[in-house]
């Protein structure tokens, strides 16, 4: 009988499909490493991401609400988790690898800036002149560079490939990936719906008919109207997609969102007090860079100073960004000793 490892890489031979991402099949990582006894190589993945720093600052992140006052808004950790779980649950039914999927789902927010998209958007300002800055192409940043002080996670190259492809042009190479990319906008679309009726941005008895009759009234029936598609569609396909006409409603959805929420003036009021906070931090760094941690003043020597400064700022969570700001260019009171 083999270790509890190659115990485990059998079972996935004989219970995961042929196309999933087989744990013996992995491309490894950057630097290589002695196997573990216990841990296939994702599980590993998963227990890095968890145990990182950039994975605990999540819970004080912006995921669209800048700093709302209630305890019942999302923030980036509890999306993050909503995806993992929506995630998982289509990799089990596919019989794709979950904990692959798991690994992916829990790291590919980690290059969210502070103040959500809206901080996102001035540090791509910042550095246009430097290939600008992309909340996905941060996270890999994360992982394979700043986590443990400069050295990386050493993540897995599926793990880093769906981090990197959840968004944008470039589609992830494995099913898992494609599926946490799905995930990701069927987490957040349906969640922000909730925050933006909670927050009065959205008149939920006004929200339109060809939603709510083709997925459901309710946040949990839309994500299940979703889910149970999607792997109904993927496993007749071969590939994970959703049916054209759930494809098409739930592009209408987002186009609503975007439309009625995230560009809502209501939902982006205090984004003028974000570019000032985020420009005014990166100025001061700019001009006393020695104020930097030493880990970015390392990072500023390789990579430049620019690039240095966005890591570290970026890396802040919504109260630490604040907290600096006001140490650095709000006067204290005065008190006679």
Known sequence: MGNPREMREALEGQMLSPQAS???????????????????????DIDRIMY??????????????????????????????????????????????????????????????PFGHAGERVLDEILSDEGGFKHNEQSLRIVERIERSGSGLNLTYETKDGIMCHTGDKIPETPEGNVVRIADR???????????????IVDGAKIPDEFLSTLGT??????????????EESGRRGEIALSPEIAETFDRFR?????????????????????GIINELFEFYYKTPDELPEDFRQFATQDGLKRAISDYISGMTDKYAVYVYEKLFIPEAWQIR
């Open 255 to 275: 186009t609503y969102m975007y439309e009625n929420v995230y560009m809502n003036m209501k939902a982006k009021s205090e984004e003028s007090k974000v570019d």
């Open 22 to 44: 087989h744990s013996v099949r992995s491309k490894g990582r950057q630097r290589s490493e002695s196997e573990c006894d216990i841990r296939t190589c994702y599980q590993r």
């Open 52 to 113: 990182c720093n950039t994975f605990r600052r999540l819970k004080d992140k912006t995921q669209v609400f800048l700093r709302p006052a209630g305890d019942h808004y999302r923030t980036r950790l509890t999306h993050t988790l909503e995806v993992s779980r929506i995630s998982r649950t289509v990799a089990r039914a596919l019989l794709l690898n979950e904990d692959l999927t798991e690994a992916i789902a829990l790291a590919h927010d980690f290059g969210h800036t």
């Open 186 to 200: 069927i987490a957040y679309v349906n969640h922000d719906l909730d925050d933006a009726i909670r927050a009065g």
């Open 218 to 231: 309710k946040h949990a029936e839309r994500v299940n109207t979703i889910v149970l598609d999607m792997i």
